[in-house]
């Protein structure tokens, strides 16, 4: 017998459904597990070569002397990453989604063993780079404070209208590699109007993770989400 495409497809609905339901009570428990250490919980998220590493490494060499801070990064495979990040003397821990599928995103429970790895009562600020992807990290919520979005120069200036849920749910947009700008044919305004387009009002920094310009005020922005929850917790 031919099988009925819509119950095939209503079937798939329901496990997305459930699946996303599932990782939403993890997520949860995550964020009140971190708030009750106090640890600010940052997600940055892009597509694959953006930037995220390096503005990490970058925004761990300035902020750490004052800011205890860990890092957990996604990747596919490999421990490239946390190498590169562990250089800045944070406890990195590294997740290889290969193991599990290959998966494009971290969920809350792969955050919630990862992080039994980390000494919670020793950091103020636990940073999470995920997967390099536009699409799927957006849809699992993993427990964190705020989101981040790093979209580089190099990538197009259309690249919120196309990934809209992205740009929507960050608080904070890292428009990266300005440095390169004098060699691209880029419409940077454009770019600018189409994240405010997605998401009117929402921080939009010019960095260049490479030389530096620009990190101070994207950092600025961190260390006052930090100060604002820290405060929260000695209250
Ligand atoms: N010119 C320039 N290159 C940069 C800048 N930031 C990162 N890069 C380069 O871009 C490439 C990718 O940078 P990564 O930091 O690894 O990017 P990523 O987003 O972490 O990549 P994945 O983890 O693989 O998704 C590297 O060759 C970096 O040196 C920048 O501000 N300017
Ligand atoms: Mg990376």
Redesign the pocket.
């Known amino acids: 017998m031919k099988p009925v495409e819509g119950n095939k497809s209503t079937r798939e609905v329901k496990v997305v459904t459930r699946v996303l339901a599932v990782n939403e009570r993890m997520a949860e428990q995550n964020r009140r597990r971190f708030a009750e250490k106090g640890v600010f919980v940052i997600n940055v998220m892009?597509?694959?070569?953006?930037?995220?590493?390096?503005?990490?490494?970058k925004t761990l060499e300035r902020i750490m002397p004052g800011i205890r801070a860990a890092v957990i990064?996604g990747?596919v495979s490999t421990t490239?990453?946390a190498d590169?990040l562990a250089v800045t003397g944070a406890p990195v821990v590294q997740v290889n989604t290969d193991a599990f599928g290959g998966d494009c995103h971290l969920a809350a429970h792969v955050i919630e063993k990862a992080a039994d790895a980390i000494d919670l009562d020793a950091i103020d600020l636990l940073i999470i780079?995920n997967?390099?992807?536009l699409v799927c990290p957006a849809e699992f919520d993993i427990g964190e404070d705020a989101r981040v979005v790093?979209l580089?120069v190099t990538e197009g200036e259309d690249k919120p209208v196309k990934y809209p849920t992205m740009f929507r749910l960050c608080d904070a947009a890292l428009l990266?590699?300005?440095?390169?700008l004098p060699h691209l044919d880029y419409d940077k305004a454009q770019a600018v109007g189409y994240i405010q387009q997605v998401h009117p009002g929402m921080p939009i920094f010019e960095?260049?993770?490479?030389?530096g310009e620009g990190l101070e005020a994207w950092i600025n922005w961190l260390r006052e989400k930090i100060r604002v929850k820290l405060a929260a917790r000695s209250k």
């Open positions: 892009s597509s694959p070569g953006s930037g995220k590493t390096t503005t990490l490494q990064v990747d490239h990453d590169r780079e997967v390099g992807n790093v580089s990266n590699k300005i440095d390169l960095i260049s993770a490479r030389s």
